[in-house]
Nanobody
């Protein structure tokens, strides 16, 4: 069992930055690959990016590429989503998710076993 808790959301103006954190706890948490998803009102949950715990490789959705960066702490228990040059269309609830490590990137939400409660990000124009 893995527990995930996101933090760091808030209100920011367009062009601003935010850093989200996802604190993971539980058995063998460092063995889980991590991802960020987001869901805007009336829209399906969408993949933002992911990190492979084994080697730190990252992968991003086109909407995040070049603006968002995923990183982790040395203990591999906290994953970060640094967001820059935010746009109003980035407004959503952001979730972190965990899946048992496979060494491959997965963008499908149903691949992930554990989810946090989400943190709201609102970007004003």
């Amino acid at each position: 069992q893995v527990q995930l808790v996101e933090s760091g959301g808030g209100l920011v103006q367009a062009g601003g930055s935010l850093r989200l954190s996802c604190a993971a706890s539980g058995r063998s948490v460092s063995s889980y690959d991590m991802a960020w998803f987001r869901q805007a009102p009336g829209r399906e949950r969408e993949f933002v990016g992911a990190i492979i715990q084994r080697d730190g490789r990252t992968y991003y959705a086109d909407s995040a590429q070049g603006r968002f960066t995923i990183s982790r702490d040395n203990a591999k228990t906290t994953v970060y989503l640094q967001m820059r040059s935010l746009k109003p269309e980035d407004t959503a609830v952001y979730y972190c998710a965990a899946a048992y490590q496979s060494g491959y990137f997965h963008i499908e939400s149903n691949w992930y076993l554990y989810w946090g409660q989400g943190t709201q990000v609102t970007v004003s124009s």
